[in-house]
């Protein structure tokens, strides 16, 4: 189990939530695409972290820190005695070529080099080390977890890791010997607590309350064909069941991810649900798991 879990951000929950109910534009839908991508690359290489000997490694994965006013993010860092390791995964598919210290893919178009971000990345976490005065050495790998990933011309010298050598790479570093201290673990807890949980690279598009479309959804396909009944709410599309107030807690729980400073009010639960016929049940469900505040004539719920 990892130190720190990976869990999706709130700028791809966003774009799930948004895709799901508007219609993207084209630049922020190829940027949909490329986190979910990314996401599901990094999950991928959790497969084999997870194998690693939790008597010999720390993981952290998702960490998004500071310093010196600069933002960097590092896909998993790897704690073990001697060594620490940055990694830096990527869920490219297809072909692409080296040339001259940069990436292309295969119609020559130029992609932001992984080996400058887990470069600097590098040097930024050195510099949050340093200030609290912790001395380690860093080694810092880019991963690449697609098998349908090729690059030609690939360099010798360079950290990377390919889809072929990932299974290698993880056995001999499980082979290492390693002892965990309680500095070890302190830096752990310390990098958790530095973790920043909003990220400033958000890119979603321009969006209100008005223009998107209103409906609870299906837990498991997203589907707005959904039925509810007293007790359970019935996806016609692809049959999952869920309780009903698990799902109007999934759909309040969405409406403060898309718009964080909006009251929440029965009628507005009401409104966004679409499919619940009875207030009377969103109002029992609001008083049971949220504090009630009156405001003028209406009553909001945080």
Same mark, same amino acid.
């Given at each position: 189990?990892?130190?720190?879990?990976?869990?999706?951000?709130?700028?791809?929950?966003?774009?799930?939530? &948004?895709?799901?109910?508007?219609?993207?534009?084209?630049?922020?839908?190829?940027?949909?695409?490329?986190?979910?991508?990314?996401?599901?690359?990094?999950?991928?290489?959790?497969?084999?972290?997870?194998?690693?000997?939790?008597?010999?490694?720390?993981? &952290? !994965?998702?960490?998004?820190?500071?310093?010196?006013?600069?933002?960097?993010?590092?896909?998993?860092?790897?704690?073990?005695?001697?060594?620490?390791?940055?990694?830096?995964?990527?869920?490219?598919?297809?072909?692409?070529?080296?040339?001259?210290?940069?990436?292309?893919?295969?119609?020559?178009?130029?992609?932001?080099?992984?080996?400058?971000?887990?470069?600097?990345?590098?040097?930024?976490?050195?510099?949050?080390?340093?200030?609290?005065?912790?001395? $380690?050495?860093?080694?810092?790998?880019?991963?690449?977890?697609?098998?349908?990933?090729? &690059?030609?011309?690939?360099?010798?010298?360079?950290?990377?890791?390919?889809?072929?050598?990932?299974?290698?790479?993880?056995?001999?570093?499980?082979?290492?010997?390693?002892?965990?201290?309680?500095?070890?673990?302190?830096?752990?807890?310390?990098?958790?607590?530095?973790?920043? $949980?909003?990220?400033?690279?958000?890119?979603?598009?321009?969006? $209100?309350?008005?223009?998107?479309?209103?409906?609870?959804?299906?837990?498991?396909?997203?589907?707005?064909?959904?039925?509810?009944?007293?007790?359970?709410?019935?996806?016609?599309?692809?049959?999952?069941?869920?309780?009903?107030?698990?799902?109007?807690?999934?759909?309040?729980?969405?409406?403060?991810?898309?718009?964080?400073?909006?009251?929440? $009010?029965?009628?507005?639960?009401?409104?966004?649900?679409?499919?619940?016929?009875?207030?009377?049940?969103?109002?029992?469900?609001?008083?049971?798991?949220? !504090?009630?505040?009156?405001?003028?004539?209406?009553?909001?719920?945080?």
């Amino acid at each position: 189990m990892a130190f720190k879990d990976r869990t999706e951000s709130d700028e791809l929950k966003n774009f799930r939530s &948004l895709d799901n109910r508007m219609i993207l534009p084209s630049k922020e839908k190829q940027i949909y695409s490329n986190l979910e991508k990314g996401y599901e690359g990094e999950v991928k290489f959790d497969q084999f972290t997870e194998r690693l000997n939790p008597n010999k490694f720390l993981i &952290l !994965n998702d960490l998004l820190l500071e310093t010196n006013s600069t933002s960097f993010q590092i896909d998993s860092f790897i704690i073990s005695q001697g060594t620490h390791f940055p990694c830096e995964v990527k869920n490219f598919e297809g072909d692409y070529y080296y040339k001259s210290d940069q990436f292309f893919a295969m119609n020559d178009t130029e992609i932001q080099n992984p080996l400058d971000q887990i470069k600097r990345s590098g040097t930024l976490m050195r510099q949050v080390l340093q200030k609290i005065k912790y001395s $380690t050495s860093l080694k810092s790998n880019v991963f690449f977890v697609n098998p349908t990933f090729t &690059l030609y011309q690939a360099p010798l010298e360079q950290p990377i890791i390919y889809p072929t050598q990932l299974t290698k790479f993880f056995e001999e570093l499980n082979a290492r010997t390693s002892t965990l201290s309680d500095d070890h673990y302190k830096l752990a807890e310390f990098l958790v607590k530095e973790h920043k $949980t909003g990220s400033p690279y958000t890119r979603l598009p321009a969006y $209100t309350y008005e223009n998107l479309k209103k409906g609870l959804t299906c837990r498991s396909c997203c589907s707005f064909f959904v039925k509810a009944g007293e007790t359970k709410i019935v996806c016609s599309v692809c049959g999952c069941i869920e309780n009903i107030e698990d799902g109007i807690l999934r759909s309040i729980r969405e409406l403060k991810l898309l718009f964080p400073n909006i009251k929440i $009010t029965t009628n507005l639960v009401f409104e966004w649900c679409k499919v619940i016929e009875s207030k009377k049940q969103i109002r029992r469900i609001l008083k049971i798991h949220f !504090n009630a505040y009156r405001r003028g004539k209406y009553t909001y719920y945080e």
